[in-house]
């Protein structure tokens, strides 16, 4: 006796062994179908993902090489000339890629040329404004001297991320196009309520309110939106970055290497920033080698700090 039935109605060892093969067959042709449709996945995957940097290393290739202007008008220099009776030596601004047009100093020597690169973060700029500003005033408006800032922001990292070193150049190339005879008055009130070094600085709220504060009265709301738009970013990127790599004009230094970096009739100042008679001494020994060596028309002379 069989138990289980009859012994027909059970697959033969061979059609078992066809069955297994053919599942086998079916299985194996499937795991090819998946790996292909992964492969094609993981490729699209990585296309999207290739694509992508592609785009962001454009954007920062098209970012880099955007024309650096149009800059500010009185300031084709790179910086903003201040002449006898603190008036500004208007110019046109700047066409975008344009390279500064470098000022003409007194040829007789007997005006003596001062050049100042700043950042307004720099703490060091700060104590050199607040110990000369008052002469270096005395001289220009006697027509003893004329005086050159140039705003550049070498410090843009160091504001924690605020960047506040190029907005305030930013805000002061605003006031140059703007309203350019309230630009020294503008120009001391950043370094009167200048940040430490390593905070987030002056909002934007805060810089506009040292616009009225300072005493500028005209284009007040066109000054307001060059601040909050940053407006000359570009422009203040390009002169940093000019003043940087040089070569600077009319003088025998040649690039900015720190701030305030002061220069008069081309020769670099490097006594002390906290010592006006200093600064009053080397002006006048300036002064007095260029007016050696050409043949002047008497004009005033920078009076020593007393």
């Known amino acids: 006796m069989t138990i289980g039935g009859s012994g027909e109605s059970r697959p033969s060892r061979n059609k078992r062994r066809d069955a297994v093969r053919t599942k086998a067959t079916q299985l194996r042709v499937e795991q090819k179908k998946k790996n292909r449709r992964n492969r094609f996945l993981l490729q699209g995957g990585i296309l999207v993902v290739v694509l992508a940097i592609v785009a962001v290393i454009a954007l920062v290739v098209m970012n880099s090489i ?30 975008a890629g344009a390279d500064a047009v470098p000022s003409t100093p007194d040829a007789t020597g007997t005006v003596a040329d001062i050049r100042v690169y700043v950042d ?29 800032i140039h705003p550049i922001s070498i410090l843009t990292s160091k504001s924690a991320g605020t960047q506040y070193s190029l907005r305030s150049a930013n805000a002061a190339a605003c ?27 002056l909002d934007d709220a805060a810089i506009m309110g040292l616009v009225t504060s300072s005493g500028v009265s005209a284009s007040v709301a066109e000054i ?24 600077l004009p009319n003088t025998t230094v040649e690039a900015v290497t720190g701030t305030p ?46």
């Open 261 to 306: 970096t002061v220069l008069v009739n081309g020769k670099q100042y490097s006594g002390a920033l906290d010592d006006p008679k200093e600064f009053a001494a080397f002006v006048l020994q300036s002064a007095g080698e260029t007016y050696s060596t050409s043949t002047p028309t008497p004009t005033p002379t920078p009076i020593p700090a007393g």
């Open 66 to 95: 955007r024309p650096a202007g149009p800059g500010p008008a009185n300031m084709a220099s790179d910086g903003i000339l201040i002449g006898e009776g603190m008036k500004i030596a208007e110019t046109t601004a700047l066409k």
């Open 120 to 148: 307004y973060l720099c703490p060091f700029c700060g104590q050199f404004e607040t110990t000369n500003s008052d002469q270096i005033v005395k001289w220009v408006t006697a027509g003893a001297a004329t005086v050159e």
């Open 175 to 201: 006031v140059a196009n703007y309203s350019p005879n309230d630009f020294f008055a503008f120009n001391a009130a950043l370094f009167a309520n200048q940040p430490k070094e390593g905070t987030a600085g």
């Open 224 to 247: 307001d939106a060059c601040i909050t738009d940053v407006k000359y970013k570009a422009w203040v990127v390009a002169a940093t970055n000019r003043a940087l790599s040089g070569p």
